[in-house]
């Protein structure tokens, strides 16, 4: 659906062409995540009182969603020690629990990504990706800008 001149939504993702941007998700539903997103991208075109590309998605998505919902949080990070076979294991299980194309799943390398240790599992930050084994969420996008915005809003995951 487009809800912007260049702001494509669709069931798992936006794609906009104004910042271009896309990101998609994967596993456990982070649409919560993307409404973030798209309300910081396009604040400072329509100010506080009404983000049109916000109320857009948040209708095409079905997600009642205030705009006082959105909680930013710091990244604290905690990267794990070695990378060992074991966590490679860990790790591609997680990834194959969640019903993601062959082709996005291919794409992936843990080896040459971050992984950090948090509460509820790992979480590997690549360049084009960030897998939350925790949250069994898989969210892949085209800029390595979008990783800064998504850790942002992550921890909105947990109250969905």
């Known amino acids: ?6 702001l494509e939504v669709f069931e798992n993702g936006f794609e906009d062409g104004k910042f271009n941007l ?5 596993g456990s539903d ?3 995540v993307l409404l973030a997103i798209i309300k910081e991208l396009y604040l ?11 109320e857009c998605a948040k209708e095409f998505w079905g997600i ?24 490679l294991n860990r790790l591609e299980k997680a990834l194959a629990e969640i019903n993601a ?6 794409v992936i390398d ?8 948090l509460k509820k599992g790992l979480l590997v930050l690549g360049k084009n990706f960030i ?18 915005l998504i850790l942002k809003y992550l921890g909105m995951l947990d109250g969905a």
């Open 64 to 87: 009642y969603m205030d705009a006082g919902e959105i909680k930013a949080e710091d990244f604290r990070p905690s990267p794990i020690k070695f990378l060992n076979q074991s966590v």
């Open 110 to 117: 843990f080896e040459k990504a971050e992984i950090h240790k």
């Open 1 to 6: 659906m487009l809800c912007e001149e260049k």
């Open 44 to 54: 400072p075109d329509y100010g506080e009182d009404y983000v049109y590309p916000f």
């Open 30 to 32: 982070a649409r919560r």
């Open 22 to 26: 896309r990101i998609e998700f994967y």
């Open 101 to 106: 194309p062959e082709e996005v799943k291919d």
């Open 131 to 148: 897998l939350d084994e925790g949250r069994g969420v898989l969210f892949v996008f085209n800029k390595p800008s979008a990783r800064e």
